[in-house]
């Protein structure tokens, strides 16, 4: 870990493809920060149009697979237990449309919730992030979006 470079945000797995044919995509701007200032959102978009959802971390991916999240389902789940999730929100957008997106600032949670899996931080140590979402007709009656690896800064 070179702390004078900010290492780039990694998308890694698969999203699974909704019942209307929406592909979910995670993303981030920037990279966690030790001291908290300034935003680190999290952003899913591509996600169906009113719809419950959520983002969910874990801290440790070491030697973990990602694993089909049921039978039949074209999701896979791509961040090893335990997990931490973020308040769940609406997707907005219009349904049967793949224009929903739900976001959440990881500093803002961090903030509220000082007791989070990870805390506190330290630079070098890594975040693995993905989005949860209600797909009533799916196997499972959810689905699940590809992944982010997030690398703390200081």
């Given at each position: 870990?070179?702390?004078?470079?900010?290492?780039?945000?990694?998308?890694?797995?698969?999203?699974?493809?909704?019942?209307?044919?929406?592909?979910?995509?995670?993303?981030?701007?920037?990279?966690?920060?030790?001291?908290?200032?300034?935003?680190?959102?999290?952003?899913?978009?591509?996600?169906?149009?009113?719809?419950?959802?959520?983002?969910?971390?874990?801290?440790?991916?070491?030697g973990f697979v990602p694993a089909s999240w049921a039978g039949g389902s074209s999701s896979f789940l791509c961040v090893k237990a335990p997990p931490q999730r973020l308040p769940a929100s609406t997707t907005g957008g219009a349904v049967a449309q793949c224009n929903g997106t739900i976001s959440a600032d990881l500093h803002a949670y961090f903030l509220a919730n000082p007791t989070s899996l990870g805390l506190p931080l330290a630079a070098g140590n890594k975040f693995y992030a993905q989005s949860w979402y209600r797909d009533p007709p799916a196997v499972k009656t959810t689905n699940l979006s590809n992944a982010l690896e997030l690398t703390v800064i200081p």
């Open positions: 870990y070179n702390c004078n470079v900010a290492p780039p945000v990694v998308t890694f797995c698969t999203a699974g493809t909704s019942t209307n044919g929406c592909t979910p995509a995670i993303s981030a701007a920037n990279q966690p920060k030790v001291t908290l200032t300034g935003t680190c959102t999290l952003t899913v978009s591509g996600m169906e149009g009113q719809k419950q959802g959520l983002i969910f971390y874990g801290i440790n991916n070491s």
